[in-house]
């Protein structure tokens, strides 16, 4: 199960603080899209996400969007951040991660992945060398497509939660 843990778990992306990251010797983000940045399908961004990423840039950490959707999808959406993609990324196998790492000009081990998904996002992430940061998912899920995942990944959370993975947020609180 360990290849299956995050490194850290946050209630969502905008609870990733530039302390968290310092502490974790990270200076780039490989950022998923769907549940993560804005609902499934959504070219809106959650509340707050635009913003988050320009104080993480103005921070001086890296970001660049990684995602199994198609550029058609990915795009438009990057834009909108004006972030660098990779879309058909084919996680949880290492080639997107390993070309986002490159184009960032970063090492693996100063890289983590932001992602809302156990089984390709930090799956992905750790196979890859780099750290995971594992979000709740947000936004509306269809059942029959995510409910079955999201059954799966129920251990790996709840496990991650009994090892004290859960950063602070914000508030201070602990999700």
């Known amino acids: 199960m360990a290849i299956l843990l995050p490194t850290v778990c946050v209630a969502q992306a905008t609870d990733i603080t530039l302390e968290l990251l310092h502490s974790m010797g990270v200076r780039a983000l490989i950022l998923d899209v769907d549940n993560t940045l804005s609902g499934h ?5 959650f509340e707050g996400a635009l913003e988050w990423t320009q104080r993480m840039a ?20 990057a834009q909108r951040f004006s972030l660098p993609f990779v879309s058909m ?6 080639v997107g991660y390993s070309r986002a790492v490159g184009a960032m000009g970063v090492r693996r081990e100063e890289t983590a992945a ?11 992430a750790n196979l890859s060398g780099i750290r ?3 979000v709740v998912p947000q936004g509306n899920e269809s059942v029959l497509r995510f409910g079955w995942r999201r059954a799966l990944e129920k251990p790996v959370r709840e496990k991650a939660k009994r090892l004290g993975l859960w950063a602070e947020r914000k508030d201070g ?3």
């Open 41 to 45: 399908g959504s070219q809106q961004p």
């Open 132 to 134: 995971s940061i594992l």
């Open 89 to 94: 990324a084919m996680k949880p196998f290492p």
């Open 114 to 124: 932001v992602g809302d998904q156990v089984f390709t996002d930090i799956l992905g």
């Open 58 to 77: 103005q921070g001086g950490i890296r970001m660049m969007i990684v995602s199994n959707n198609f550029q058609k999808r990915v795009e438009p959406f």
């Open 173 to 175: 609180t602990k999700k």
